[in-house]
């Protein structure tokens, strides 16, 4: 059989992994951050008629240049207090597009970009599959970021871009815009804030959007797949200096938003108090996670996503595989002795911390009197 390495793949290619959430069967899936909640009917109703009228129209290519949605999702994040305009939004299949997109005209063959690792794992793939090189940030030993060694990184290394993921994927903290500021202002190349999990952030946490007006080389990163609940749409966007925009055009491909996505976006949108409803109840979720926690001996980093990064375990790929076991599917991102569960409805809550429970009073009596604990 023919394996990868027959191939003549290209060398940054070699011996990486695809990105692989496993899909595996479980009665309660938190691992993937995404909201559980149903859609509301109106807007499956509403759902159906855009998507027919829509329909009506696919002998033709879409808006090339999406522009009504982007006019709604400008719309959305001026609800914030600050005023966004369609020229400043981009939006792509899914908020990976759209880094993909940033990586392709702003990092790409023979440049770099660097990220604070552990992050979303896309960065380094996405970074790596546009020919560029990604290199590690440091954190410190509690995930976050020390912004005077992290300034310093980034003037040794001078990337050509520096993602920041504020909150954090897989650690759950939002990054302080201090820091973003002064990474800024370290450099010259540009800096992208994945903002994926911002509606979830705690009371108090500013979005870098506050941050845009006079930063050209600021970039903010957003999507509908976690907060509004519409993973499978396929819709993430940016914020950024109409000059981002028209850089990227450069790299994007003709039509590459279907007109089906860009109408079922917009339907949506025009349901977006719906849709954010949920958002109190996935954060009052999470907040009850992280409560439970010491109660079975085990520490969290504090959250504003919608997941929780929990630990204390010797050996969290077996606490992983017990959970599945009872029906439980979390993630094992690879950080020894951590796992990242996704807040979900008061029945998952329930189901988790029973679960966790079982297996932590599993691990307490193997451990022998006196160990457990
Ligand atoms: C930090 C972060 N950014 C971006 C994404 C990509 O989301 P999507 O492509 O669904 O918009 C994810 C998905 O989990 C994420 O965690």
């Known amino acids: ?30 691992n993937t951050n995404e909201n559980p909640h149903p859609l509301p009917d109106e807007l499956l109703a509403d759902l159906g008629a855009a998507l027919g009228e829509a329909a009506l129209e696919l ?3 879409p808006d090339r240049d999406a522009t009504a ?3 709604d999702l400008a719309a959305y994040l001026s609800r914030s ?8 939004v981009w939006a792509a299949n899914g908020s990976n597009e759209i880094l993909q997109q940033l990586s392709q005209t ?10 604070f690792t552990p992050s979303y794992s896309m960065h380094p793939l996405i970074t790596a599959a546009t020919g560029g090189t990604f290199v590690d940030g440091h954190r410190r030993a509690d995930f976050t970021i020390d912004t005077a060694a992290a300034v310093d990184q980034v003037r040794e290394v001078r990337p050509d871009l520096v993602f920041v993921t504020s909150p954090n994927n897989p650690t759950g903290t939002a990054v302080a815009l201090e820091t973003v500021t002064a990474l800024h202002d370290a450099f010259d190349g540009v800096v992208v804030v994945d903002e994926a999990y911002a509606e979830f952030a705690r009371e108090g946490t500013p979005s870098a959007l506050t941050l845009l007006a006079g930063r050209p080389r600021l970039v903010v990163s957003r999507t509908m797949s976690k907060a509004f609940g519409m993973a499978g749409l396929r819709l993430g966007y940016l914020a950024a200096d109409p000059a981002v925009v028209d850089a990227l055009q450069l790299v994007r491909l003709p039509y590459h938003l279907s007109s089906l996505t ?11 108090d719906a849709l954010l409803a949920t958002v109190d109840a996935v954060k009052h979720e999470r907040d009850r996670v992280v409560d439970a926690l010491p109660g079975l001996g085990l520490t969290s980093v504090p959250s504003d996503a919608n997941f929780v990064l929990f630990g204390g375990f010797a050996d969290a790929p077996a606490v992983w595989r017990a959970l599945l076991d009872r029906g439980v599917l979390v993630r094992d991102v690879g ?3 951590w796992l990242r569960v996704t807040a979900g409805t008061a029945e998952e809550t329930d189901a988790f911390l029973t ?8 691990l307490r009596r193997a451990a022998g009197p006196g160990l457990g604990g």
Request: net charge positive; hydrophobic share 40%.
């Open 335 to 337: 950080l020894p002795g």
């Open 59 to 61: 002998n033709r290519y």
């Open 81 to 88: 207090g600050t005023a966004v305009g369609a020229d400043q």
């Open 1 to 30: 059989m023919t394996s990868l390495s027959d191939l003549p793949l290209r060398p940054e290619l070699r011996g990486r992994s695809p990105y692989g959430a496993p899909q595996v069967p479980a009665r309660h899936r938190l």
């Open 69 to 71: 949605l982007r006019g």
């Open 355 to 362: 679960a966790l429970g079982e297996v932590t009073a599993d």
């Open 262 to 272: 860009q109408a079922a976006a917009r339907a949506a949108l025009a349901h977006t």
């Open 106 to 115: 702003f990092v790409g063959a023979g440049r770099t970009a660097l990220g």
